[in-house]
């Protein structure tokens, strides 16, 4: 169905981050937060999508923000660097989904919904570091990869699938010996993200627990947030709650608390 | 979300939150209708995956599959969760417990008429009496030895001698379990159907012919009518299975009664039954353990079938796409490319039977006929390792995942006649462990082989009537 030779092929094709993005990010990681606004200024489809993540009701703004230098400001360095890494995601994203029922604007509330929520849990376990901001991003690749991999085999899948409750990554591990994070860990490293970004998502998947406590733990807080969030009838409705293996024993330990910070209740 | 089938069981297996919102989105109208063709005999939610649900979100579940209760009179419930999990089900639905309760999807299938092997060994635990006579009574007839405890103090002393038991079961409640359909379980080349109730003229109904007729053509040649559950007989059900039993004859086929009562069923009925062919056991067991009685009942060898069509153009002029289905199956399930080698008509031709493995499925609808395929062990155990997660030598469980490969190989046939708007239905899959097991049903028959390699592996695929 997928070999190796498939996913090499895929990584090849990724093409590097634009310049103006590159640039962007440099100057956010010295804290030059004016001339990396001035730089993204320059990058029209940056400033629209900025300018519309930022607009969603998930992020709270009571008035509209237009102005990059705006939106930088009010996000600081961390929170525009976290935009600017959700904007190269997207550079990834196709423009038509098969796979999954996907498109421009679901995704972009997928990503405006897992970055809002997941700083609002970086608040709450007073975690301060632009890096680990950074690392929900990184999350979505999975899904880009798994449309990507598959969207040729949806036929086959869904033959799989009626037979057994296979997850699209527990297939791609069988198949290759390589999982969805794995890749995602692949592109990270080609776009030169700060190698916390890839051992968090690795963690956050839920089969690969690290060693280093903060990174297993903010693993644990994503891989429960996204299930939090694929359970969203839009996101269902798109085909993503089975895309991976939700692993409840993973997260058993943090639920309670995620669910006050969340404000559910039981 | 599509439900999960195996053995008679459908499962669903929602992720993550549910509640009123999300439960609509996971269970669709075309979801329903799709878990109503499985005509499953019991459909589960799994909670597993499930970290938080809500009273709506359960509701809409179990309104929708009320949908499917009432069509095909299927036990559904839900299954795979914890105690805490278990409190809030019975708190949120108190006096209106209409479905059932099961801890683990391995009690649930305890409970299935497909379960495969009897004579578990059940510790139980259930606060409410009448439930734990139900559960004792349902295992018992299902050929299971419950043992019950009256007390949470004696439970709790028990189970810490788990080895002692198969299974333990508590926080779970039996629903209302009177299926009306007559289920149909493969055990080993025996196909098992579950009786129940009062047999009369509905019976006609209630019994898939076509699956049964299929299932002959299959190869399959013993049929064992459990009856333990069944309280009485009518003149109308006598009839259709006198005509069942002639037709089985054409076949060398056998039909098997255990387990039948004649206090409500005039005994006269068996007479006539015995004088149809049919022969009667007092347990299942006494056949299925008996090694001889099984194979003089032709459940191992099989004697070759009187119905030896002939191949039909409508038949052959498809032949292309079951080659396709095939090997796109093998290619998907291993990444080997397929290489068409040769192809005849005439009958079935095996040159090496040593380390090879076969399966056939039956098909019937717009066209019918049989498929066989005959696998050299290292093809059947790369495929199936997909769908076991590791490499294995375990000789059942690779034949278990054969059935399940050679399903999907039969589902991909499904779909790819469909796109030329030829619609079939297949059969359970039959595996041999030996070729010559099925060279007996294949024998003599006119069929197109059609012989293949997969990196250097020889592989033969015989489509026939």
Not at chain 1, 45 to 62: E, Q, S
Not at chain 1, 125 to 147: C, F, G, H, R, Y
Not at chain 1, 195 to 210: A, D, L, T, Y
Not at chain 2, 61 to 76: E, G, P, Y
Request: with cysteine; net charge negative.
């Amino acid at each position: 169905m997928i070999t190796k030779k498939n996913i090499d092929i895929y990584i090849d094709k990724i093409p590097p981050a634009p310049q103006s993005l590159k640039e962007t990010l440099d100057l956010l990681t010295h804290g030059e937060l004016m001339k990396a606004a001035k730089v993204a200024q320059s990058d029209p489809a940056l400033r629209t999508y900025l300018k519309n993540l930022v607009n969603k009701p998930v992020y709270g703004f009571k008035n509209e923000v237009s102005e990059i230098s705006q939106i930088f400001g009010i996000l600081g360095v961390a929170g525009s660097q976290q935009a600017t890494y959700n904007y190269l995601l997207t550079l990834l994203s196709p423009d038509k989904w098969t796979l999954f029922k996907l498109n421009s604007t679901i995704f972009y509330e997928l990503q405006a919904r897992l970055s809002a929520r997941y700083n609002i849990i970086l608040k709450h376990l007073n975690i301060i570091d632009k890096d680990v901001q950074s690392a929900i991003t990184l999350l979505p690749a999975a899904i880009i990869v798994a449309e990507a991999l598959f969207n040729e085999k949806i036929e086959d899948v869904k033959l799989l699938k009626n037979t057994k409750a296979l997850d699209y990554n527990t297939i791609l591990k069988r198949l290759c010996k390589v999982d969805l994070f794995d890749i995602s860990q692949q592109i990270a490293k080609k776009w030169e993200m700060p190698n916390k970004i890839s051992q968090i998502i690795q963690v956050s998947s839920g089969i690969k627990p690290s060693t280093d406590k903060e990174i297993n733990k903010l693993g644990k807080w994503i891989h429960l947030l996204l299930f939090h969030e694929l359970s969203q009838p839009i996101f269902i409705e798109a085909g993503l709650n089975d895309f991976i293996d939700f692993q409840v024993e993973f997260v058993d330990d943090i639920y309670e608390e995620f669910l006050n910070i969340m404000g559910m209740e039981y | 979300m599509r439900a999960i089938l195996k053995d008679g069981i459908a499962v669903f297996y929602p992720q993550g939150f549910l509640d009123g919102n999300s439960a609509k989105s996971l269970l669709s109208i075309e979801d329903i209708k799709a878990t109503e063709n499985l005509e499953a005999e019991m459909i589960l939610v799994s909670l597993k995956r499930v970290i938080f649900f809500n009273k709506n979100g359960l509701e809409i579940f179990v309104k929708m599959l009320s949908k499917v209760r009432k069509a095909n009179q299927a036990i559904v419930g839900f299954c795979d969760y914890d105690t805490k999990k278990f409190n809030s089900i019975i708190k949120f639905f108190e006096k209106e417990l209409l479905f059932s309760l099961f801890n683990s999807y391995e009690a649930a299938s305890l409970f299935a008429s497909s379960f495969k092997d009897e004579n578990k060994t059940v510790l139980i635990y259930c606060e409410d009496k009448s439930q734990r006579s139900i559960m004792a009574i349902e295992l018992h007839n299902k050929g299971h030895n419950p043992i019950i405890t009256q007390t949470k103090e004696e439970f709790e002393e028990k189970r810490k001698n788990d080895k002692a038991y198969d299974i333990i079961i508590e926080n779970t409640h039996i629903g209302s379990m009177d299926g009306g359909n007559i289920s149909a379980r493969v055990t080993g080349n025996a196909i098992i159907y579950t009786l129940s109730t009062y047999l009369d003229a509905d019976v006609t109904n209630n019994f898939n012919i076509s699956y049964h007729n299929n299932s002959l053509k299959v190869g399959f040649r013993l049929f064992i009518f459990e009856s333990y559950n069944v309280v009485s007989m009518n003149i109308h059900a006598v009839n259709f299975f006198s005509r069942l039993a002639n037709s089985a004859a054409e076949y060398n086929a056998t039909i098997c009664f255990v387990g039948m009562q004649y206090e409500k069923t005039n005994i006269k009925f068996k007479e006539t039954l015995e004088d149809s062919g049919i022969i009667f056991f007092d347990k299942l067991d006494d056949i299925l353990e008996d090694k001889e009685l099984l194979a003089e009942l032709g459940a191992s060898s099989v004697g070759n079938a009187k119905d030896k069509r002939s191949l039909n153009k409508a038949l052959v002029s498809q032949l292309p796409k079951f080659i396709d289905a095939t090997a796109e199956t093998i290619k998907m399930m291993t990444n080997a490319e397929a290489k068409k080698e040769s192809a005849s008509i005439y009958t079935i031709k095996i040159q090496n039977t040593k380390d090879k493995i076969a399966s056939s499925i039956g098909f019937y609808g717009d066209i019918d006929g049989m498929v066989v395929l005959i696998f050299p062990k290292n093809i059947a155990k790369k495929a199936c390792e997909l769908l076991i997660g590791e490499e294995t030598n375990d000789e059942e469980l690779i034949m278990d995942s054969l059935a399940e490969f050679v399903n999907i190989i039969g589902g991909k046939m499904k779909s790819l006649l469909a796109d030329n708007d030829i619609n079939i239905k297949i059969t359970l899959p039959r595996t041999y462990s030996e070729v010559s097991e099925l060279l007996k049903v294949a024998d003599n028959r006119k069929g197109v082989q059609v012989d293949l390699t997969f990196d250097d592996d020889h592989f033969s695929f015989f489509l026939t009537r």
